[in-house]
């Protein structure tokens, strides 16, 4: 830096200018520093004039506390005239000191031996001659001749009048001196002005010539820089000789260097546009020769390509040539071209001698060109061919250098044009093939539709009647069955157990058929991971509790929501949970929910009998168990794993499996938090495959087979259950448990129809399953007790889950596991509509049918009190207080219709439920008088226990119908 001259060039003008900055400087701290002495000076006139001021005050209060005291004898005037004393002496104490060196010096002397006299002669006298106590002649002669003295000396009064004198000259000073300052601020600004112009245009001048000398090469730098990213390469003048002009030197050079590189680039960037332009091999020859021709000025060329077989160039391509039938071909060796072949080098042959094989007809004259340059043609080290270019001066080395970097790139387009010419007859051939797989193919999946079909037919087919066979050896071992022998009833319950294990199997085998064929339904939910995990580990809680296995829940806090499908990921879990605990007897489940990256976690880790390491690729593999004496001792059905792990992927995720033999294994589920946009872009379900002919067979075949359900129609009238099940034969068989007890019965298939539908109907009792899609039970659970119109509705569980605690936390009347015996179903549905705390009232005067009907109700769990007359009715109802009331008609004393009248003419029982039992026949005219009093009538020739059950169930599901409404 320090050996540069522009450096030392520029601070050079900065010294000079430097120069100047310092001595405008020092000539405005002098006139700065006048200008101070001019106001430290008046500051001092100032403060001395104060110091007088308050002296001259001093002297006046001094005279005047002494005369007060004198005349007036007030102690505080004494005390006053002593501090004034006092203060006076230290006050012109300091004035002398302000005027020590000063010629008023004398003057200060003179005014305090004139004050000091007074004080003597006038002052202290006075004092003295108010503390006397002298009166009368005496006091008046001393007053009077101190009156004399002081008239005569006039101690105080020149005292003043020196002070005042003072005072003024010191005013006077300050002024004088203020106004020196003033004067001098101005001489200052105008100076200071004056130099910020000279040092503004010197500043001015100074930064133009030193931006001119930088500026103007910069600008020549710059347009060579512009002109040469436009292709244009001219050297740029620059006069100086400092660091600029040499740079200017250096880029010159540069420029040199670069406009080769640039004519090398662009011949280079064209032969590679036009090979890339070209595809076939003619193209290709013919497009390389002539981009080479042009960039290296060859007045003529030729392309030898190499027939192996025969070891012979032949031409096949010309720049100005002219091609005629005797130098076509050459040998290898032979010639120019077979030399150079033969050398696998460049061959230049310079000042040739005329001959027909090099003449160029130019169109007016035939000329011979003077030097000729033949290039080998090579490929991975092969010869391909030869170039072979003539030229009428020498090929200088940037020309040579444009051959060499270009005919290797040309050895590689011909070599790919070649290729793509055999490609294109091996494309045709493999056509032919793909043309033969594709109908094989076809054929294929043809046979994996009809497989896929089969298989859900199948499924669906068989589900029904199992389900059918479940439910109704059911009841066969119910209580309410008919008896059956030791060994039926062992052979009914063998048949109820296969039928649960193949209807297992089945639905496995349906759930399987559906991933294969693409047609599994997506049904987005939300849902905590807390709360799906939580009803999860509930579900399987009975599986481990019996086996003194631990379930052990760690879930990470502050987790996202699932947005998915909720019940496949029950499902899935459900799975590996029911997995685990199949497979441990002690230690501990435990399943962990947490984040990973951007998707959740969630692992179910066991401490049971682990997987080998040669079977973990096993587990997921459809129906395959990893050992056959584990397949003995646990029985499944090998689809259990595969259709969880389908579901993880369906759902964006996966699931993975970690496992030590004999220590236990760990099942890990990875799900994005919101299902994936491009799989919800797809239709959830997609269209069925056109069904065969053989697969049209097979369904017909099964349902051949499959009895036909039996129907069963629901009476216009009865207590109304709602079951919620997406299974349609749980509702069928419910059917059958409830419609032959009084029962009217009515299903649906989702958890938000039956909510719609609980709204509306205001049934007397739900039966709601929980493994449901879209909203499973628990939640349906929720929205029921949580809806003022549908909270007060029992609702009882009926579901392959069982958990009490939870479903009765949650507000569910009781809980029957699937399949249910039917006297379970009934005893529940029976206590969910059955008035638990009012009795039924029986009013007879025939006491045994009165007893009988008593004894009826009480077997089918209601409370009831039989009363023998119609008078003893109205007396004791009121004690009673029934909810319902059934009435004989024919009694002495008081009958029925009189009871009646008597009971609706009063507010408490004029909505009580009447119903009429009677043995006599009534007139027409008698019963239209009942009706709208009366709820029911029932002659005593058609009594049954059905009949009154249906009655007691119908009458108490209007009453709370009406109570709701």
């Not at 027909?356 to 000329?367: P, W």
């Not at 987005?524 to 809680?541: H, P």
């Not at 299974?727 to 009084?742: F, K, M, N, S, W």
């Not at 298939?749 to 909510?755: F, R, S, V, W």
Request: net charge negative.
């Amino acid at each position: 830096m320090f050996s540069s001259k522009l450096f030392w060039k520029v601070i050079g003008d900065f010294i000079i200018l430097l120069l100047i900055l310092t001595g405008t400087t020092g000539v405005t701290i002098y006139f700065l520093t006048q200008q101070q002495k001019s106001y430290s000076q008046a500051f001092d006139e100032i403060s001395a004039a104060t110091d007088i001021d308050r002296i001259k005050s001093l002297i006046s209060n001094l005279e005047k506390s002494a005369d007060d005291y004198f005349y007036v004898g007030n102690q505080e005037k004494r005390v006053a005239y002593d501090t004034y004393l006092k203060t006076f002496d230290n006050e012109f104490a300091v004035l002398q000191e302000s005027y020590k060196d000063s010629i008023d010096n004398h003057t200060i002397k003179q005014i305090r031996s004139y004050v000091y006299d007074w004080i003597t002669n006038i002052g202290d006298r006075k004092i003295l001659l108010g503390t006397s106590g002298l009166t009368g002649e005496r006091l008046t002669q001393e007053i009077m001749a101190l009156g004399r003295r002081e008239t005569s000396a006039r101690y105080l009064e020149t005292a003043v009048t020196m002070l005042n004198s003072l005072y003024e000259r010191r005013i006077r000073s300050v002024s004088m001196n203020v106004e020196d300052a003033i004067g001098r601020t101005k001489n200052i600004n105008t100076f200071v002005i004056f130099i910020n112009i000279l040092f503004a245009m010197f500043a001015i001048l100074l930064g133009f010539l030193l931006t001119r000398s930088i500026t103007k090469p910069v600008e020549k730098l710059r347009n060579g820089t512009q002109n040469i990213m436009k292709g244009v390469f001219q050297p740029i003048t620059l006069h100086q000789r400092d660091e600029l002009g040499a740079l200017a030197k250096d880029f010159n050079q540069m420029s040199e260097i670069l406009q080769g590189n640039y004519n090398r680039l662009t011949a280079y960037s064209e032969l590679m546009t036009a090979l890339n332009r070209h595809d076939s091999t003619e193209n290709v020859e013919q497009a390389s020769l002539q981009i080479l021709c042009l960039h290296t000025q060859a007045a003529v060329g030729a392309l030898y390509l190499l027939d192996s077989e025969l070891d012979l160039l032949r031409l096949v391509s010309g720049y100005a040539l002219n091609m005629t039938e005797d130098k076509l071909e050459y040998k290898v060796g032979e010639g120019v071209p077979g030399q150079c072949a033969a050398m696998k080098a460049n061959l230049e042959v310079n000042d040739i001698i005329v001959t027909k094989e090099f003449i160029i007809d130019t169109g007016l004259i035939k000329v011979a060109p003077t030097n000729v340059l033949a290039v080998p043609i090579l490929f991975q080290d092969n010869l391909i061919g030869v170039i072979v270019l003539g030229s009428m001066q020498p090929f200088d080395s940037m020309r040579l250098e444009i051959i060499n970097n270009s005919v290797p790139q040309i050895g590689v387009a011909i070599t790919n044009a070649m290729n793509t010419d055999s490609t294109r007859k091996l494309g045709i051939e493999v056509a032919a093939k793909n043309d033969e797989l594709n109908t094989k193919n076809a054929e294929l999946q043809k046979a994996y539709r009809v497989k896929s079909e089969f298989l859900s037919n199948m499924s669906h087919e068989l589900r029904t009647p199992l389900n059918s066979i479940i439910g109704f050896t059911s009841v066969l071992l119910g209580p309410h069955g008919e008896p059956l022998t030791p060994d039926q009833a062992s052979a009914v319950e063998k048949v109820l157990k296969n039928g649960k294990h193949l209807l297992e199997l089945i639905n496995d085998i349906l759930d399987f058929s559906k991933i294969e064929a693409g047609r599994t339904p997506i049904n987005l939910d939300t849902g905590e991971i807390s709360d799906i995990v939580s009803n999860v580990m509930v579900t399987v809680e009975p599986m481990v509790t019996q086996k003194g296995v631990k379930l052990v829940q760690e879930v990470e806090p502050d987790l996202p929501a699932l947005n998915t499908d909720i019940l496949k990921v029950k499902q899935i879990l459900l799975n590996l949970l029911s997995n685990a605990a199949k497979f441990t007897d002690q230690g501990a489940i435990t399943i962990t929910a947490k984040k990973q990256g951007e998707m959740i976690s969630i692992a179910v880790k066991d401490d049971g009998i682990g997987i080998e390491p040669q079977n973990l690729e096993r587990v997921f593999e459809e129906f395959s168990q990893i050992d056959t004496s584990n397949s003995r001792k646990y029985k499944g059905t090998g689809l259990g794993l595969p259709i969880a792990k389908n579901y993880a992927r369906l759902l964006g995720g996966n699931l993975t499996v970690q496992s030590e033999y004999g220590k236990g294994s760990t099942f890990t589920l990875v799900l994005p938090p919101e299902f994936p946009k491009e799989k919800q872009q797809k239709p959830a379900e997609e269209p069925p495959a056109p069904r065969t002919a053989k697969a049209d067979e097979i369904t017909k075949t099964i349902a051949a087979v499959r009895p036909a359900p039996e129907k069963s129609v629901a009476p216009a009238s009865g207590i109304l259950v709602l079951c919620i099940d997406d299974d349609a034969e749980v509702i069928d068989l419910l059917r059958h448990y409830l419609i032959p007890e009084g029962y009217s019965v009515r299903g649906v298939g989702t958890g938000e129809d039956g909510i719609r539908l609980a709204k509306e109907l205001q049934p007397a009792v739900i039966t709601l399953d929980i493994m449901m899609p879209e909203k499973d039970g628990w939640q349906v659970l929720r929205e029921l007790k949580s809806n003022p119109a549908t909270r007060d509705i029992p609702v009882i569980i009926h579901s392959i889950i069982e958990n009490r605690p939870l479903a009765l936390s949650l507000g569910a009347l009781d809980v029957i596991a699937k399949p249910s015996e039917p006297r379970k179903v009934l005893s529940v549905v029976e206590r969910a509509c059955r008035s638990k705390s009012q009795p039924i009232m029986i009013v007879d005067d025939n006491p045994d049918f009165a007893d009988s009907l008593k004894i009826l109700l009480e077997t089918e769990g209601y409370r009831a009190v039989a009363v023998y007359g119609g008078d003893k009715a109205i007396k004791e109802i009121d004690n009673i207080n029934p909810s319902l009331l059934f009435l004989d008609l024919m009694m002495p004393g008081m009958d029925g219709f009189t009871v009646v009248k008597k009971l609706r003419s009063q507010d408490k029982w004029r909505d009580l439920p009447i119903v009429i039992v009677s043995g006599a026949d009534i007139t027409d005219s008698q019963r239209r008088s009942l009706d709208g009093l009366t709820q029911e009538y029932i002659e005593k020739s058609q009594f049954s226990k059905e009949i009154i059950s249906s009655t007691i169930k119908r009458i108490i599901n209007q009453s709370s119908q009406q109570k709701k409404s």
